[in-house]
Structures are given as C-alpha cells and as structure tokens.
C-alpha cells in the first residue's frame, strides 16, 4: 500500500485547507483510514478516522471543525479542515489501519509521507 497526502500549505487563522491522501495498492474499500498530526517536539497524535464500514472518529481538537470523508471510487480520503487556529500547525501523514480505527500510531500499518499545514495568527 503507498499513500500520497497533498493539500498542505500555509494559512491565516480562520482559513481552510482541504488534504487528500490517495493510496494505490490493495483495496482501498476495505481499509481503516486514519488522519494524524504531529507538530515539531511533540508525539504524533489522532486527527480523525474512517473505518471501512462507514464509521468516523475525531480528535476532541477536530470536533466541530474538521471533517474527514472517502470517495472510494478514488481510493482517496479527505480531511476538510476549517476554522484553523496556530495550534493546528503540524505535518499531516494519512494512515492505513487494519485493525480499526485506532489512536495510536503504532498500531497503523502504512503512512503516506506527510503534508505541512502552518496556520498563522
């Protein structure tokens, strides 16, 4: 399984982004797709997850703002991220899970290489 996220870039505070991780390999349908960030000094943390069966989990910190959503048709998964603040300012990497959606990085089986998303105050 490879994964390409895309979408990063730099924003205002208030402003959004829309990320898109594309995998090839295997079948996207029947994977656990989750979204994690990880800011410079600090561990890499759950964003949001989609199971395969249509299940969707947020971080408390994404809750009301972001929105994680599949096209299947495109083996792609998007996080639509709004009403950004400075502390969102990471590298976003998508994940495949085959164990669920879980929080824990470790428990992911393959990453995409990652997207920088700053957001300015």
């Known amino acids: 399984v490879q994964l390409q996220a895309s979408g990063g870039g730099l924003v205002q505070a208030g402003g959004s982004l829309r990320l898109s991780c594309a995998a090839s390999g295997g079948t996207f349908s029947m994977y656990d797709m989750g979204w994690f960030r990880q800011a410079p000094g600090k561990e890499r943390e759950f964003v949001a997850g989609f199971s395969w069966s249509g299940s969707i989990y947020y971080a408390d910190s994404a809750k009301g703002r972001f929105a994680i959503s599949r096209d299947n048709a495109k083996n792609t998964v998007y996080l639509q991220m709004n009403r950004l603040k400075p502390e969102d300012t990471a590298v976003y990497y998508c994940?495949?899970?085959?164990?669920?959606?879980?929080?824990?990085?470790?428990?992911?089986?393959?990453w995409g290489q990652g997207t920088q998303v700053t957001v300015s105050s």
């Open positions: 994940a495949v899970s085959r164990k669920g959606i879980r929080l824990r990085s470790s428990e992911y089986d393959y």
